[in-house]
């Protein structure tokens, strides 16, 4: 049976803090990547499946429906929460590719540790030939009895250093279109022949890495759906990812009051008392209160990923950007001295417009499945790859 707001409020009052007006936002990607305090944070709700309510109770979650599950959510930002930047992955795509394609040996496997935060996924999906023309991955798995073998490089791989598990996509036939000879595995990070080595970004993340993959070998029971499939597992990844990126509200952890931390704090220091950048100030909350809802709204209705999820991850980008960008105007010519919080969200902010695919790539999603406008000349969907014309 579903729970009133109330109850749900009353049942996480018991086991969170409430939100103070000290807490910062959280940066995606930025900072730490804290990996003991979003665990805690996940092993406190998992008891009642409070962080992924609608999975089933034995994975985590507590089968809830998509309006307690949104209500649960918007009741989760009234509490002090914790950076799960780490847990995205396994949380937002594998979990619920697992739960829609996986084997019920690989969900029961999988699924509890993602949930509890004890073990953390990574997405193998760009290498250097393959980003916004992901159908272009050229890592080769080949059959080996039971196993197959990989072999090739990632590049762009988050949370690649500390994830137990890597969801890869290789292909497995390269004679077939470039589209369809993909598949899609689960690789053990600590197998013999992977070599993870970081890459620091300009906001001094050390997150991301390339991944070389030498002869390693990934039992056929870590394959994850069909043969030849791993072109849709990826598009739906994606979708998934885009919706999940559009659906942070980007450090606007909300107060009872209905305003981001981020906005009591320029209250504070005095930057909306001058009428000009009060205006601009209202931009931004606006653009953060549009995006907030319109996630809240499409997720009641059980319709957050698909071509939707573009829409709130272009909208997402643009109101973390903006906010970002002006937080270091407000700032002033000794915002250039600084180094703190806002800074980092400052230098993070043109990775956004990248990570999950480029806006320029999400525009063409949306003109192309949701405006039905034509779409782009393509002279590779047809042939085998191995004929393909590409970069060296
Ligand atoms: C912070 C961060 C984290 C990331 N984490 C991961 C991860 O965990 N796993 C993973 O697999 N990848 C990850 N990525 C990689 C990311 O998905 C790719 O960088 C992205 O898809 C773009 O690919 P690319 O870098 O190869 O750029 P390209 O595809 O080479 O694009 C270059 C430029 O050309 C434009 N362009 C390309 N094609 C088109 C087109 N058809 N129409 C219009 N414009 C086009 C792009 O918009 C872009 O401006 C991450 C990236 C960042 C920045």
Same mark, same amino acid.
């Given at each position: 049976?579903s729970?009133?707001?109330?109850e749900?409020?009353?049942?996480?009052?018991?086991?969170?803090?409430?939100?103070? &007006?000290?807490t910062?936002?959280?940066v995606?990607?930025?900072?730490?990547?804290?990996?003991? &305090?979003g665990?805690n944070?996940?092993?406190?709700?998992? +008891?009642?499946?409070?962080?992924? $309510?609608t999975?089933?109770?034995k994975y985590?979650g507590?089968?809830?429906? $998509?309006?307690?599950?949104?209500?649960?959510?918007?009741?989760l930002?009234l509490?002090?929460g914790?950076?799960?930047?780490?847990? *995205?992955?396994?949380?937002?795509?594998? /979990?619920p590719?697992? @739960?829609?394609?996986?084997?019920d040996?690989q969900?029961n496997?999988?699924l509890?540790?993602i949930?509890?935060?004890?073990e953390i996924?990574?997405?193998?999906?760009?290498?250097p030939d393959?980003?916004?023309?992901? &159908?272009?991955? *050229?890592?080769?798995?080949?059959?080996?009895?039971?196993e197959?073998?990989?072999?090739?490089?990632k590049?762009?791989?988050?949370?690649?250093?500390?994830?137990?598990?890597g @969801?890869?996509?290789?292909?497995?036939? $390269?004679e077939t279109?470039? %589209? =369809?000879?993909?598949?899609m595995?689960a690789?053990?990070?600590?197998?013999?022949g992977?070599?993870?080595?970081t #890459?620091?970004?300009?906001?001094?993340d050390?997150?991301?890495?390339e991944?070389?993959v030498?002869?390693?070998?990934?039992?056929?029971?870590?394959?994850?759906?069909?043969l030849?499939?791993?072109?849709?597992?990826?598009?739906?990844?994606?979708?998934l990812?885009?919706?999940s990126?559009?659906?942070? =509200?980007?450090?606007g952890?909300?107060?009872?009051?209905?305003l $981001?931390?981020?906005l +009591?704090?320029?209250?504070?220091k005095?930057?909306?008392?001058?009428?000009?950048?009060?205006?601009?100030?209202?931009?931004a !909350?606006?653009?953060?209160r549009?995006?907030?809802?319109?996630?809240l709204?499409?997720a009641?209705? /059980?319709? =957050?990923s698909?071509?939707? /999820?573009?829409?709130?991850?272009?909208?997402s980008?643009?109101?973390f950007? !903006?906010?970002?960008?002006?937080?270091?105007?407000f !700032?002033?010519?000794e915002?250039?001295?600084?180094?703190?919080h806002e800074?980092?969200?400052?230098?993070?902010?043109?990775?956004m417009?990248i990570?999950?695919g480029?806006?320029?790539?999400?525009?063409? #999603?949306?003109?192309?499945?949701?405006?039905?406008?034509p779409? +782009? %000349?393509?002279?590779d969907k047809?042939?085998?790859?191995?004929d393909?014309?590409?970069?060296?």
């Amino acid at each position: 049976m579903s729970l009133n707001d109330e109850e749900i409020y009353e049942a996480i009052s018991e086991i969170l803090p409430k939100l103070g &007006a000290e807490t910062s936002s959280t940066v995606l990607g930025a900072g730490s990547d804290d990996l003991e &305090a979003g665990r805690n944070y996940l092993q406190v709700l998992v +008891e009642e499946g409070w962080m992924l $309510p609608t999975w089933p109770q034995k994975y985590g979650g507590r089968n809830s429906t $998509p309006e307690e599950a949104s209500q649960i959510s918007k009741t989760l930002g009234l509490f002090e929460g914790a950076d799960l930047y780490p847990y *995205g992955v396994g949380l937002s795509l594998v /979990g619920p590719v697992l @739960m829609e394609l996986g084997t019920d040996d690989q969900m029961n496997r999988w699924l509890l540790p993602i949930a509890n935060g004890s073990e953390i996924w990574c997405q193998m999906f760009s290498e250097p030939d393959a980003g916004s023309d992901l &159908a272009n991955v *050229g890592m080769s798995a080949e059959k080996d009895g039971e196993e197959w073998i990989l072999n090739g490089s990632k590049v762009w791989t988050s949370r690649g250093a500390y994830s137990k598990w890597g @969801m890869c996509l290789a292909r497995t036939d $390269p004679e077939t279109t470039k %589209h =369809s000879g993909l598949t899609m595995f689960a690789v053990d990070m600590k197998s013999p022949g992977i070599e993870v080595r970081t #890459i620091e970004q300009m906001n001094g993340d050390r997150h991301f890495s390339e991944v070389f993959v030498s002869d390693v070998a990934v039992e056929d029971r870590n394959r994850i759906g069909n043969l030849g499939d791993g072109w849709k597992i990826a598009v739906k990844t994606l979708a998934l990812e885009r919706s999940s990126l559009g659906g942070r =509200s980007f450090g606007g952890g909300d107060q009872s009051n209905g305003l $981001p931390t981020w906005l +009591e704090d320029w209250k504070v220091k005095g930057y909306l008392d001058d009428p000009v950048s009060r205006q601009k100030a209202m931009k931004a !909350f606006m653009l953060h209160r549009v995006n907030q809802l319109t996630v809240l709204r499409a997720a009641s209705s /059980g319709n =957050s990923s698909g071509p939707a /999820g573009s829409g709130a991850k272009l909208r997402s980008v643009l109101a973390f950007k !903006f906010r970002a960008y002006l937080s270091k105007e407000f !700032f002033g010519a000794e915002g250039m001295l600084v180094n703190d919080h806002e800074h980092i969200e400052f230098l993070t902010g043109p990775s956004m417009s990248i990570r999950g695919g480029t806006d320029e790539v999400q525009r063409n #999603i949306l003109g192309e499945r949701v405006l039905g406008l034509p779409t +782009e %000349h393509r002279v590779d969907k047809e042939g085998s790859y191995r004929d393909l014309v590409r970069g060296k």
